[in-house]
């Protein structure tokens, strides 16, 4: 099993930027993926961005792309979700989640993912 714990989320303004974490603990060497989702009011939950962990590769939602940035911390066992320029439309429940090597499914889909953290809110004021 793998455990996930997230951090980071708050109230920002639009424009601004907040850093999410995400904290593995457990069988971290079968998560080979760690993906950011969200789920705003009303909505489904929607691929934000995912990194794989081994070499760093990452896929963006086009939503966020060049705003929003994934990387990883190999000896904190921890993801980060760099959020930059921030709109209203951010606003949501993140979470992370990751998934075991050699899944076939595609890495947007949130079937795909094994593991999931509490998530944690984000909201961008006007």
């Known amino acids: 099993q793998v455990q996930l714990v997230e951090s980071g989320g708050g109230l920002a303004q639009a424009g601004g930027s907040l850093r999410l974490s995400c904290a593995m603990s457990?069988?971290?060497?079968?998560?080979?993926?760690m993906g950011w989702f969200r789920q705003a009011p009303g909505k489904e939950r929607e691929f934000v961005a995912a990194?794989?962990?081994?070499?760093?590769?990452?896929v963006y939602a086009d939503s966020v792309k060049g705003r929003f940035t994934a990387s990883r911390d190999n000896a904190k066992n921890t993801g980060y979700l760099q959020m930059n320029s921030l709109k209203p439309e951010d606003t949501a429940v993140y979470y992370c989640?990751?998934?075991?090597?050699?899944?076939?499914?595609?890495?947007?889909?949130?079937?795909?993912?094994?593991?999931w953290g509490q998530g944690t809110q984000v909201t961008v004021s006007s």
């Open positions: 989640a990751a998934r075991r090597p050699f899944t076939i499914m595609p890495i947007m889909r949130a079937a795909s993912y094994d593991y």
């Open positions: 457990g069988r971290t060497f079968s998560a080979a993926v």
């Open positions: 990194i794989t962990w081994a070499n760093d590769n990452t």
